[in-house]
């Protein structure tokens, strides 16, 4: 992997900050878009402007065409069997809150059970504690070992014969920790129970294969993996998306409208009411371009090259905690003593560093963690061991200015 020249492609990564050259440490928060995906939205909105389906047309053909072969692209991308599989969205989180709205309340009823885990995302908790109050079933955690891994022990012992969904996040956002989908799968399958998986985290940063997995819903968003921001996707094994309701209703989504009722189309449609991201798909579709050009274990193994680095350089700073397993993504989480994360942030962008700092949509995660906050250094195939080295650098003057304060 030729990570210079991978850089070059990335036209936001060319400027300064506050007088520094920009490294950006915040991908998992949102990754930088090459030039590629730039031109691809670009060139919809000049050449191709039209909506989709509907025009006969040239420009509505054209629309069609790339807005179809992106969800091919995607298909692909995660070796579903189907593009009917294939939902656009909004992002992982519109992603989530379908299948919470739609499967959730038709399939729970009082004395089922969610199972979750605190490491998730606020996307992956709030839904399940809503569709929980609404049908009256209960949710319940996976306990999080000392490293904030799950143990499959625990897994076996919180999933049982009343569990109907297991919801769980591919890799923690805060922790970095990577969960063993395909084993949690076979866990939920055995007591009847159906698997959604949090990909937010994943799609970006390792090959993803829903089939291999055995999950029956994988969400995640374009943003996070070069995309345009504003789209998603939702995998769902066909015979359980056939059986769900649509959650939003309009044009776009239907057959037949009568006055007093109407039909849906068949799948992927019947989800997508409205006129789609257009080009946010299109968009995604160049971005996953991108990444099989670059090569999804050539990403990944970048980033545990580049995550094994940056602790090692990390841990000699005295006085930092760092959060989360030694197997890890390619993000590292924590704190320096006496300096709160957003002072922290702040001082590193001073030096033209972008991380990020707060509770990180993981509020429960947090308290586990016993902290109020956090900083957060997430990387991916644009960055390099000079980001790290310059974050450390940062960080040892950060320290030495809050002890020169205090």
């Known amino acids: 992997m030729d990570v210079k020249a991978i850089r070059q492609q990335f036209p936001i990564l060319q400027q300064e900050v506050n007088g520094h050259p920009l490294v950006y440490l915040d991908s998992s928060a949102t990754s930088q878009k090459p030039a590629s995906v730039i031109d691809a939205v670009n060139n919809y909105y000049r050449e191709d402007n039209s909506n989709v389906h509907r025009g006969v047309h040239t420009l509505g053909t054209r629309a069609t065409e790339k807005y179809e072969g992106a969800r091919e692209k995607v298909r692909r991308f995660i070796n579903a069997k189907s593009t009917a599989e294939i939902i656009f969205t909004r992002g992982t989180t519109t992603a989530i809150n379908t299948v919470a709205s739609s499967y959730g309340q038709a399939n729970l009823e009082p004395g089922d059970e969610v199972v979750i885990t605190q490491m998730e995302h606020h996307s992956n908790i709030i839904p399940w504690q809503q569709v929980v109050k609404k049908t009256g079933a209960t949710l319940k955690y ?5 490293d904030g891994t799950v143990s499959m ?5 919180t999933v049982t014969s009343n569990t109907k969904i297991v919801a769980i996040t591919h890799v923690s956002n805060v922790l970095g920790t990577i969960n063993p989908i395909t084993d949690i799968a076979k866990v939920a399958h055995d007591q009847g129970a159906v698997l959604l998986v949090d990909g937010a985290q994943g799609a970006p940063h390792m090959q993803v294969d829903v089939q291999k997995m055995d999950c029956d819903f994988y969400a995640f968003s374009g943003h996070k993996m070069c995309g345009p921001t504003g789209i998603g996707v939702l995998y769902g094994k066909k015979e359980l998306l056939e059986k769900m309701e649509p959650v939003e209703f309009g044009g776009e989504m239907i057959d037949f409208v009568n006055l007093y009722d109407s039909t849906w189309k068949e799948l992927p449609w019947k989800f997508e009411g409205g006129t789609p991201i257009i080009a946010g798909a299109i968009g995604l579709g160049a971005a996953i371009d991108f990444l099989n050009e670059v090569g999804m274990d050539n990403i990944l193994e970048h980033e545990h090259k580049l995550a094994d680095y940056a602790m090692k350089q990390m841990r000699t700073i005295d006085g930092i905690s760092i959060f989360g397993p030694e197997e890890r993504a390619a993000l590292v989480t ?3 003593d006496d300096v709160h994360p957003h002072d ?21 995660l947090m308290r586990w963690l016993d902290v109020t906050a956090t900083a957060r250094a997430s990387f991916y195939l644009y960055n390099t061991e000079e980001d790290v080295d310059r974050l ?3 960080l040892l003057k950060t320290k030495e200015f809050f002890g020169n304060v205090f």
């Open 142 to 146: 996976i306990p999080l070992q000392d």
């Open 153 to 157: 022990e625990d897994v076996k012992k």
């Open 334 to 336: 924590f704190n320096l």
């Open 344 to 364: 922290t942030a702040t001082a590193l962008d001073a030096e033209g560093i972008a991380v990020r700092a707060g509770h990180h949509c993981a509020q429960p």
């Open 392 to 394: 450390v650098d940062g």
